[in-house]
């Protein structure tokens, strides 16, 4: 942490003046001001190093799934330490660096940065295997992606959560069998609690759950005990309050994390847009270090309400807790007084669990909002292909207090 601090100081103009006259030695992580994607995106001259170019770097860009893309370039030490991060949580499950790999489906934000002769070299290093390429996820293709995997005898399964819930309906439903993996890692989105249970039916095989970002830089995966173990040689990760203190574990606040190893764009208190909870004491499986309770969304993953208050996904996620028969559901919001809520039911969806969810998201949204729910309407997703909770279509109003 020392040496990116100086070489902010020294080739960053942000932290030129932030930190200027100080020594770095006695610098707390603290003092740094919380800076995000708005912030550096009004001027991205001063928060590039002198010379960046010569840095070698990747240019890379988060997903549009926040409705709110960013350009920025990673350096290839940094993105090293990210990926060897991501092998080490890999072999944890039993994998061995070699063994057959499926990527499920191939999404965009699974996709090596390049084609070049390197990456095409690690991919046949690395036994991969890319099982029904592409973003669809209707049962025809799922059940393909499915038994491609399972064909190619992969150890490990890798790829969007929604894709291989997918995959898991689709065999339930066929009734086909499957070779298990020794383990599924999924990625990139929220993994539901009904999505889980159905993979682990479906395949028999145990399911770990990765949470990660690329910018600021911060990878974990789940253990046995279902906590977020963090990649601590990668980035210092901490949980702050509304007034930038930070939260006790236990107490949620928005993830913010200093990149350890970028240095031509540094990322140092980088506010991610995504809320979770610290863990408190050792987690049960033994493994040392910090660790997340949970991740609970993003920020712009909520509705707004007429009165300006915010409903976070989680909060909204709570509403289908007692529902059997839901695959899949999204809240779509129009105007801040209609809200749709879809859904993928199963067989067996009926009336009764039908004004259940209707009544407990009434009870959130209040009286001044129209709730209306139906089964009928095709799920929206991002264009990378992952499954959005809340489509929003208008503008929010930042600043707002948020229901969790
Ligand atoms: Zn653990």
Redesign the pocket.
């Known amino acids: 942490m020392r040496a990116v601090l100086r070489h902010a100081q020294e080739e960053v103009p942000y932290y030129r003046d932030v930190l200027a006259g100080r020594n770095v030695d006695g610098v707390d992580l603290a003092e740094l001001p919380v800076i995000d994607k708005a912030k550096m995106r009004l001027c991205m001259d001063n928060f590039l190093s002198r010379g960046w170019r010569d840095i070698p770097h990747i240019a890379k860009k988060t997903g549009g799934s926040t409705g709110d893309p960013f350009q920025y370039p990673l350096d290839k030490r940094a993105w090293t330490h990210i990926y060897a991060a991501n092998l080490y949580f890999w072999e944890r499950t039993g994998y061995r660096y070699g063994d057959r790999l499926v990527m499920v489906g191939s999404p965009p934000s699974l996709q090596s940065a390049s084609e070049g002769v390197k990456s095409r070299l690690r991919a046949r290093l690395e036994g991969r295997v890319v099982s029904a390429a592409g973003c669809r996820i209707d049962p025809e293709t799922s059940l393909e992606r499915a038994l491609t995997a399972g064909r190619a005898g992969g150890v490990l399964w890798y790829g969007y959560a929604s894709h291989v819930a997918a995959m898991a309906d689709a065999v339930l439903e066929s009734r086909v069998r499957v070779p298990s993996p020794k383990a599924i890692i999924t990625t990139a989105e929220l993994l539901f609690p009904t999505w889980r249970e159905r993979i682990e039916q479906a395949f028999e095989a145990p399911l770990r759950d990765q949470y990660g970002c690329n910018d600021g830089g911060i990878m974990s995966q789940e ?3 279902g ?1 977020l ?1 963090l990649a601590e040689n990668v980035s210092i990760v901490e949980i702050l309050d509304h007034a930038g203190r930070r939260c006790p574990p236990g107490e949620e606040g928005d993830v913010v994390v200093t990149n350890l190893h970028a240095r031509t764009l540094p990322f140092l208190r980088y506010r991610i847009g995504d809320r979770a909870v610290l863990g408190a004491g050792t ?5 040392e270090g910090t ?1 997340l309770e949970r991740v609970v969304g993003r920020q712009g993953d909520s509705l707004q309400l007429p009165n300006g208050k915010h409903i976070s996904m989680h909060a909204l996620g709570k509403c289908l807790f007692g529902a059997r028969h839901v695959r899949r559901y999204q809240f779509v919001q129009p105007d801040p007084r209609r809200v749709q809520v879809r859904l993928e039911a199963e067989p067996g969806f009926d009336e009764d669990e039908r004004s259940m969810i209707i009544g407990e998201v009434r009870r959130l949204v209040g009286s001044i909002v129209d709730v209306d729910l139906t089964t009928d309407e095709p799920m929206e997703r991002t264009r990378g292909g992952k499954h959005r909770v809340v489509v929003r279509t208008f503008d929010g109003e930042p600043g707002q207090p948020m229901v969790w």
């Open positions: 253990c046995s005990h906590r173990h987690c049960p499986c033994g493994t660790f």
